[in-house]
T-cell receptor, first 114, second 115 residues
Framework: AQKITQTQPGMFVQEKEAVTLDCTYD???????LFWYKQPSSGEMIFLIY??????QNATEGRYSLNFQKARKSANLVISASQLGDSAMYFC???????????FGTGTSLTVIP | GAGVSQSPRYKVAKRGQDVALRCDPI?????LFWYQQALGQGPEFLTY????????KSGLPSDRFFAERPEGSVSTLKIQRTQQEDSAVYLC?????????????FGPGTRLTVL
């Protein structure tokens, strides 16, 4: 089974609007971390936001927030007030305490329309 | 430099050739990861170092792949007898501590094309 599932291959959003990128995960580890990364066309992965499995509140970082629903095993990324520079691939990732590796999803390509 | 650097940025190899990909992590970073990213896919874990110790190599796809970090800083990923299926972007990432919650800082990657 896939550890991380991103079901939206591509998304479009109007500039200045908000957009939600979906991510569901699969783990039996009670302690884990969830991460979102942005990958522009230049190829470098840029860390956006982190959510720990025991965090009581949803993580926020500027225009990024994470809608964490533990019972549903979902960790959706919300980008508010979209900007043209937000156009990129977005990857959801998870790290479990039982291992060293990060598991990445297949990504969502976001295009911001002027 | 301030970030993770990788060299070369692009590598073209003929099938059967050996290649070596270099990663310079952020100075002082304990943890170092290698990933393989095929076209249109997310990164796939290859191996993990904590200082000079290779603690996890479960993601290396075959014994043609070998990684080292002899002095706990620079790391090299070597692929022997390259095959076409090795064509991918190879990403290196480092983090400051061995702790679970520490974010990884990624390099720009090396795009390997095997003809």
């Amino acid at each position: 089974a896939q550890k991380i599932t991103q079901t939206q291959p591509g998304m479009f959003v109007q500039e200045k609007e908000a957009v939600t990128l979906d991510c569901t995960y699969d783990t039996s580890d009670p302690s884990y971390g969830l991460f979102w990364y942005k990958q522009p066309s230049s190829g470098e992965m840029i860390f956006l936001i982190y959510q720990g499995s025991y965090d009581q509140q949803n993580a926020t970082e500027g225009r990024y927030s994470l809608n964490f629903q533990k019972a549903r095993k979902s960790a959706n990324l919300v980008i508010s007030a979209s900007q043209l520079g937000d156009s990129a691939m977005y990857f959801c990732a998870m790290r479990e305490t039982t291992g060293n590796q990060f598991y990445f999803g297949t990504g969502t390509s976001l295009t911001v329309i002027p | 430099g301030a970030g993770v650097s990788q060299s070369p940025r692009y590598k073209v190899a003929k099938r059967g050739q050996d290649v070596a990909l270099r990663c310079d992590p952020i100075s002082g970073h304990v943890s170092l990861f290698w990933y393989q990213q095929a076209l249109g896919q997310g990164p796939e874990f290859l191996t993990y170092f904590q200082n000079e110790a290779q603690l996890d190599k479960s993601g290396l796809p075959s014994d043609r792949f070998f990684a080292e970090r002899p002095e706990g800083s620079v790391s090299t990923l070597k692929i022997q007898r390259t095959q076409q299926e090795d064509s991918a972007v190879y990403l290196c990432a480092s983090s400051s501590l061995a702790g679970f919650y520490n974010e990884q800082f990624f390099g720009p990657g090396t795009r390997l094309t095997v003809l």
